[in-house]
């Protein structure tokens, strides 16, 4: 019988997302249900969907990181500094910390593998990474110190990352040394801000 935590708080969402992310990346997303899940989790499954509205929300939990890291990078850079270096250097810093949204750590591999395995996946993740456009456009919309095409630049900044993320993705997946894709990576994130900066102006 499914032991409810009446807590509901961060660690019980963490520990939901770390079992379920188990049991998808062990017998595939479509196989495991929410209440496979809640089981195995020892909650049940009014707790799961608590913190998680959609079945697709337990594997893609990097969300709510992108969100506040994205706010962060426009709202608390320096005085002065471009908002378009401050998003710079967060992919930067992504990419030399491993971060899960830098697509370049090795241990990613079974993830990226089934997300593209799965269309409800592939689609939630196309939601997300729309719902982070609409996200950054209000943000630059309300920054003072920016006067560019808000609704552009941020179409063009989730796009283009998106592109290269998946791009890496593919690489992982095809067992390309993680190594080469690191290089990869920073070579097209300098190809993908040289053109923003070239479409800013």
Sequence with gaps: ?????????????????????????????????????????????????????????????????????????????????????????????????????????????????????STPLIARARELAADLQHLLTDELERDPGFDGDSTLLAAFFVSGYTTVLTDNARRLIAGEAPAEIALHHRQRLGQLFRALRNAHR
């Design 1 to 117: 019988m499914p032991r409810t935590d009446a807590r509901g708080g961060p660690q019980t969402r963490a520990r939901i997302s770390q079992i379920a992310t188990r049991l998808f990346l062990d017998q595939g997303f479509d196989a495991v249900t929410v209440a496979d899940v809640a089981r195995a989790a020892g909650v049940s499954t009014v707790t799961v969907f608590k913190h998680f509205p959609r079945k697709e929300d337990l594997l893609l939990d990097r969300a709510e990181d992108a969100t506040q890291m994205l706010r962060s990078a426009v709202r608390d850079r320096p005085a002065g500094t471009d908002v378009l270096d401050s998003l710079e250097a967060l992919m930067l810093r992504l990419a030399g910390d491993h971060h899960g949204l830098s697509g370049i750590a090795a241990e990613s591999t079974p993830f990226f593998r089934t997300v593209a395995g």
